[in-house]
């Protein structure tokens, strides 16, 4: 057992408290994840939405395994917290491609993973979690695994239909292996008081402007909230104001409030 691994892993499943929620505010390269880290977060979350926009490639499943991974690789070199990484639905079609991406993760250096179930069979994404663990068992390495489910972006169906399908899912998912599970689109109070109840292991919701605070999430039994691809689309904002208000006004109001350079130059000068 890599020792400096395990310690690591054990220090960021111990972040999973509703005393005070794991707050991630999810990177996508390097620049990204020292920001988030010198703003003093206690570890990095991969956003494969974000990742997959700076290769130029779309969401959903199209980006590829061994770009993915490199851009894990760097930001755990870069970084001295906790890393858990996006592999969306896993990054094959197979479960030993499953396997296969996992064990390309620890050894790149992260802890954590999510995985999604996206539009899938609810037992055949339990099959590519247990393949998942698996292939951590294999390597004789601990791996948070946060098991995401897509029930309220589908939006199949009442709320009451939801809550129950995704307590089912977690049931089955927790099974499989799944250390948490990650329920993007649970949004008042009631509805994730209901989750927090019903599921036995820390509960994730992805937040963003308008969401309820992370202390407010706390209180409801929510032990990690993420902000998902929103802050690369906020920076992309930033990118398309400036670009527009360039070629139209000729001004530049919407670099006002850039980070400075040399603050942001010095981040990579001590990581060196």
Known sequence: MNLEHHQTAAHFKSL????KPLALSNAWDVASAVITEAAGAPAVATTSAGVAWSLGIPDGDQLDRDRAIAVVANIVKAVKVPVTADIEGGFSTTLEGVGRTVHDILEAGAVGINMEDGARDPAEFAERLSAARKAAHEAD???FINARTDVFLAGVGTLEQQVAEVLARAQ???EAGADGIFVPGAADAETVAALTAGISVPVNVMVGAGSLSVGELGRLGVSRVSLGSSIAQAAYAVAQRAAEELNT???????????????LNGLFASSN
Do not use: I, P, Q
């Open 16 to 19: 999973h408290t509703s005393t």
């Open 141 to 143: 390495r601990e791996l």
């Open 172 to 174: 089955k998912y927790v």
């Open 249 to 263: 006004t000729g001004t530049y109001t919407a670099v006002a409030e850039a980070v400075d350079y040399g603050f």
